[in-house]
């Protein structure tokens, strides 16, 4: 059974930091693309950044330059750095993991960890 476990959220004023980690009990860590994403009230889900087993790194335009996304396969963890954090960057953040395969898409969900950034 997959489990993702996010932790790191809470409340930041704007202009201050988090970071979230990801926990991922997930057989072969290594081959799958993590990452984040969020959803805010009455807003459709969307990626924020995503780092696949091998290759570059890929980001929202508007967490640029301010969020950083990382993996230790060794631990079997992922984490997002947010910086200069900003009142829109409110929202409920997941960990996903995902890799396809002959038999099909594997897709999987963390509960999701509530970020918020308000002064």
């Known amino acids: 059974q997959v489990q993702l476990v996010e932790s790191g959220g809470g409340l930041v004023q704007p202009g201050g930091s988090l970071r979230l980690s990801c926990a991922a009990s997930i057989t072969v860590f290594s081959i799958y693309t993590m990452g984040w994403y969020r959803q805010a009230p009455g807003k459709q889900r969307e990626l924020v950044a995503a780092i696949p087993s091998g290759g570059s790194t890929n980001y929202a335009d508007s967490v640029k330059g301010r969020f950083a996304i990382s993996r230790d396969n060794a631990k079997n963890m992922v984490y997002l750095q947010m910086n200069s954090l900003k009142p829109e960057d409110t929202a409920v953040y997941y960990c996903?993991?995902?890799?396809?395969?002959?038999?099909?898409?594997?897709?999987?969900w963390g509960q999701g960890t509530q970020v918020t950034v308000s002064s």
């Open positions: 996903n993991a995902y890799r396809q395969s002959f038999r099909g898409d594997y897709n999987y």
